[in-house]
T-cell receptor, first 116, second 113 residues
Framework: NAGVTQTPKFQVLKTGQSMTLQCAQD?????MYWYRQDPGMGLRLIYY???????DKGEVPNGYNVSRLNKREFSLRLESAAPSQTSVYFC???????????????FGDGTRLSIL | SQQGEEDPQALSIQEGENATMNCSYK?????LQWYRQNSGRGLVHLIL?????REKHSGRLRVTLDTSKKSSSLLITASRAADTASYFC?????????????FGSGTRLSIRP
């Protein structure tokens, strides 16, 4: 049982290049999320998908696009990478909330992205 | 914007001692979660406490929640070297989409052998 798998684990891009980060989960979760983590900071939500076929903006969506390809896969695309997007990117998944109660999120091990 | 803020930012203790981390938040919540992050890895969920709960235990972990003070604490008893990690609290907001939670900036815990 792999949980949440992210690819690639590391990537170096030049400014202006595009790239898609891949995420897949095998827990049959409805909800999936993309976060970025910068040094000394917590995770900030970029986009999330409450269920297959829906996506919504999080706290820091500018410069990113997402695709919920199916229930298992949720990809994050940088169309024109900028140095400010150098970060560690985490994908997570969870069961849908039960009423107003959140469910625990399960995380991948991240993609470390450097943009020169 | 960050809803939860952990205190202290860094904590170093001797193996076997207890570690206490605090989280303060700004707006009313439905529930609060604590996560652990080992170096170079993703976050792992530790415990969730609901707004109508005051204390919750899981193994060596004890979490308290004081909604009147908008604060929570995570106590790790009898610390071990394997507890070395960063610990984050995560909160939602009443009235917001329950799918969205906001993480604090974390407490870096180091356990000295």
């Amino acid at each position: 049982n792999a949980g949440v798998t992210q690819t690639p684990k590391f990537q170096v891009l030049k400014t202006g290049q595009s790239m898609t980060l891949q995420c897949a989960q095998d827990m049959n979760h409805n909800s999936m999320y993309w976060y970025r983590q910068d040094p000394g900071m917590g995770l900030r939500l970029i986009y999330y998908s409450a269920s297959e076929g829906t996506t919504d903006k999080g706290e820091v969506p500018n410069g990113y696009n997402v695709s919920r390809l199916n229930k298992r896969e949720f990809s994050l695309r940088l169309e024109s990478a900028a140095p400010s997007q150098t970060s560690v990117y985490f994908c997570a998944s969870s069961e849908p909330p039960s009423g107003t109660n959140n469910q625990p999120q399960h995380f991948g091990d991240g993609t470390r992205l450097s943009i020169l | 914007s960050q809803q939860g803020e952990e205190d202290p930012q860094a904590l170093s203790i001797q193996e076997g001692e207890n570690a206490t981390m605090n989280c303060s938040y700004k707006t009313s919540i439905n529930n609060l979660q604590w996560y652990r992050q080992n170096s170079g890895r993703g976050l792992v969920h530790l415990i969730l406490i609901r707004s109508n709960e005051r204390e919750k235990h899981s193994g060596r972990l004890r979490v308290t929640l004081d909604t009147s003070k908008k604060s929570s604490s995570l106590l790790i008893t009898a610390s071990r070297a394997a507890d070395t990690a960063s610990y984050f609290c995560a909160t939602d907001s009443l009235g917001s989409s329950a799918s969205k939670i906001i993480f604090g900036s974390g407490t870096r815990l180091s356990i000295r052998p």
